[in-house]
């Protein structure tokens, strides 16, 4: 199989210093399966392309131990040899391990640049998702992706095409970034890896994919394919990724406009991940976040509530789903971040939204630790994810304004179980799950609070796990739902 890297930068030799490979001599490397060769094809001022060609010996692998169980490795005849898959990766992790890693020994500076780079890859298989797939990974990273299919056999062209395509990728990039991108999303193409998949391969991911992962759109379903569909690690994968990118948004905010509410004590800005809808139904597990999204839907489509409030409504995920419900007549999304509102609004697609639905959904800038006539008078009140985020001097104000002001028919409570953070086996001991996070309750201070404040304002209330609910540390998310005693 073979990968080839181009560049036009001049002086475009420098790419044999990025590399750490000598463009004037051709180099051979021994790996587990096979042997990788170093060679460049182009070597001048104003062009060069270094090629990676790697030789997995087939016969060695139907008997190896890199042997996988069932398939296409157990056969003798088997498309291993040629097409890009789990075996490039490695042999791009040895051979250019330096690169992959950012460095630059002789040119250091030359790491950092972005450069006018061109990958090319004559065989690439795409057995699930086909031309669509393969853009759908490499388009959201900036890449301009040419694909030329690849017939079955050129001698029978009624045969039609193979599920393999030539890929080329061009982009301004640094070399480490193309690396990492093709590390990761090679064996996601191929849908299957040639070694034993276990708890060190999310580090892997994490290590090469986490800073443009996080952000990508089809993150579950490259977490998921990378790590073989092993849901407990996928599961894992993506709760470290979703507080990547948590925290990634937090840099972005829209300081200015939240300046006015941050002065009164309500900082925070985020935005939460999530997962599309086609990826939760086709491609289980759910993350947490859509685990809870679903369940506080739920609630509300069996309280037949008509009129919702979402306060805290972050990036308007619980909102996207709403505005499908029939029955809901009027929904509101409350934010303190303009940054979470806006792509709140591009999330809802308002601008193209029917105007008989687009009348129904509003998005508000306001805090809930102040009384706010817009959010009075609504059936039911979310408060999803958010109240862990207030200073705990604030939480009595916003007591007031949820039960007292807004005071819904129903409110639906969601907020960490902080004794479920030991099976995140990423968080440090100690540590909250977000460094927004002002405070995680356990199960008991969450149903001492829901008891009080119960009590307090004339509500009933119900605690219902969310997640699985492990017999030792209970659910990673409690709920709490509060139902007005008097009509
Ligand atoms: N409910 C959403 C977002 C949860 S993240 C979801 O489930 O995805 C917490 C959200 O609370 C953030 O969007 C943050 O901006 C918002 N928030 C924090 N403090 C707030 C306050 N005092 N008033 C209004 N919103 C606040």
């Known amino acids: 199989m073979l990968l080839t890297i181009s560049t036009t930068m001049p002086p475009a030799t420098d790419l044999g210093y990025l590399l750490h490979k000598n463009p004037s001599r051709a180099q051979v490397f021994t790996l587990k399966f096979g042997t990788a060769h170093v060679f460049y094809t182009d070597a001048d001022d104003t062009r060069c392309t270094a090629c990676l060609l790697v030789d997995v010996d087939p016969v060695h692998l139907v008997r190896g131990k890199e042997k996988a169980s069932g398939g296409l490795l157990d056969q003798y005849v088997n498309d291993r040899p040629f097409a890009a898959s789990s075996f490039l990766s490695v042999a791009i992790g040895d051979v250019f391990s330096t690169a992959l890693q950012g460095r630059c020994r002789d040119k250091p500076e030359l790491a950092g640049r972005s450069i006018p780079l061109t990958a090319h890859l004559p065989v690439v298989p795409a057995r699930r998702g086909g031309a669509d797939f393969l853009r759908s990974l490499f388009e959201p990273l900036g890449y301009q992706v040419e694909l030329t299919p690849i017939p079955l056999d050129e001698r029978f062209p009624a045969w039609g095409d193979s599920a393999c395509f030539s890929l080329t990728l061009t982009a301004e990039k640094r070399i480490q970034e193309l690396l990492s991108h093709l590390y990761v999303l090679v064996p996601v193409l191929d849908n299957d890896k040639h070694y034993w998949v276990g708890g060190d ?282 139902e007005r005693s008097e009509q």
Request: hydrophobic share 40%; charged share 30%.
């Open 201 to 482: 391969e999310v580090d892997k991911l994490l290590r090469h994919g986490g800073d443009w992962l996080a952000h990508h759109p089809e993150k579950g379903k490259i977490t998921r394919r990378y790590l073989r569909h092993k849901w407990s690690l996928a599961r894992d994968a993506l709760a470290r990724l979703e507080i990547i990118e948590e925290e990634g948004t937090e840099e972005t905010a829209d300081a200015a406009a939240d300046e006015a509410v941050t002065a009164q004590g309500d900082p925070s800005e985020k935005a939460a991940s999530s997962i599309s809808e086609e990826e939760a139904v086709v491609e289980a597990p759910l993350s947490l976040n859509e685990i809870r999204q679903r369940e506080v839907l739920a609630v509300l489509q069996e309280s037949c509530a008509e009129s919702v409030v979402d306060l805290g409504c972050g990036d308007g995920k619980l909102l996207v789903r709403l505005i499908r419900e029939k029955r809901l007549k009027r929904g509101v999304g409350l934010d303190v971040s303009s940054r979470a509102l806006e792509i709140a609004e591009a999330r809802l697609r308002l601008d193209r939204l029917h105007p008989s639905v687009r009348e129904r959904i509003t998005l508000l800038h306001g805090a809930l630790t102040y009384r706010d006539a817009r959010i009075e008078g609504f059936d039911a009140a979310t408060v999803i994810e958010v109240i862990e985020h207030l200073e705990p001097n604030r939480l009595a104000a916003f007591e007031r304004v949820l039960f007292d002001c807004t005071r819904p028919r129903l409110a639906v409570v969601t907020t960490p179980n902080v004794e479920y953070n030991v099976r995140f086996s990423f968080l440090p001991e100690g540590k909250l799950r977000h460094s927004d996070h002002r405070f995680e309750w356990d199960r008991r201070q969450f149903r001492d609070w829901c008891n009080r404040m119960a009590e307090q304002h004339g509500y009933t209330v119900t605690l219902r796990p969310v997640g699985p609910d492990d017999p030792e540390v209970g659910p990673p998310t409690q709920m709490a739902v509060f």
